[in-house]
């Protein structure tokens, strides 16, 4: 099973709205990503967690808020958008492992993408 | 900093023909990986194939195969006896063994022309 859910699938707020994306995986993966694409356009990182703790920002404005509860899941928090946010939010996770095993290696290095929610900021 | 580029914005590609996707890239480190993901319509962003970089052959994935050219850089997907269900936009992307980054090519659009 490499699925990473992500709700909800479209999402239409106003610029005053307060809103949350939510990405969950049942893997037991420990590394969780949260990604911006705008169309056609190669997805760009936002924010990666790894056991749960922040590990990096991409300089990313702080209307955007993550939030890791626990090793399944991941949310972001939306707060006075502005439309240029508009685009296609993915998450993704991957292994988080350190052990040199091969098999270990390779899989810490893949990520795997849920669907997408598909956000519109009016 | 690694760069992974994909020159061709656009290719086109008869059902059942054979079809070569480019992707250059450029690192300094020894320990990297690179794949390819498909991104179709919907959406969803899906790993076609990976390639370690200390492996020298080239990776396959039923129709999917790489041509992964280290000293060149190079890093090219095949994709055999093409399908309807292969039009998609398709990423080239390179991950080092030390940084959790994944870096994406512009990627190009394949549509299948029945």
């Known amino acids: 099973d490499t699925e990473v859910t992500q709700t909800p699938k479209h999402l239409v707020m106003g610029m005053t709205n307060k809103k949350s994306l939510k990405c969950e995986q049942h893997m037991g993966h420990r590394a969780m990503y949260w990604y911006k694409q705008k169309a056609k356009k190669p997805p760009e990182l936002m924010f990666v967690y790894s056991y749960e703790k922040l590990s990096i920002n991409e300089s990313v404005p702080s209307r955007f808020s993550p939030e890791c509860p626990n090793s399944s899941l991941l949310n972001l928090h939306l707060h006075a958008l502005q439309p240029e946010d508009s685009a296609l939010y993915l998450c993704a996770s991957s292994q988080n492992e350190d052990r040199l095993d091969p098999f270990i290696l390779i899989a810490k290095n893949i990520q795997y993408f849920g669907a997408g929610t598909r956000l519109s900021v009016l | 900093a690694q760069t992974v580029t994909q020159s061709q914005p656009e290719m086109s590609v008869q059902e059942a023909e054979t079809v070569t996707l480019s992707c250059t890239y450029d690192t300094s480190e020894s320990d990297y990986y690179l794949f390819w993901y498909k991104q179709p319509p919907s959406r969803q962003m899906i790993l076609v194939i990976r390639?370690?970089?200390?492996?020298?052959q080239n990776a396959t994935e039923n129709r999917f195969s790489v041509n992964f050219q280290k000293a060149a850089k190079s890093f090219s997907l095949k994709i055999s006896d093409s399908q309807l269900g292969d039009a998609a936009m398709y990423f080239c992307a390179y991950k080092d063994g030390a940084n959790s980054k994944l870096t994406f090519g512009k990627g190009i659009t394949l549509s299948v022309r029945p």
């Open positions: 390639q370690e970089a200390y492996k020298q």
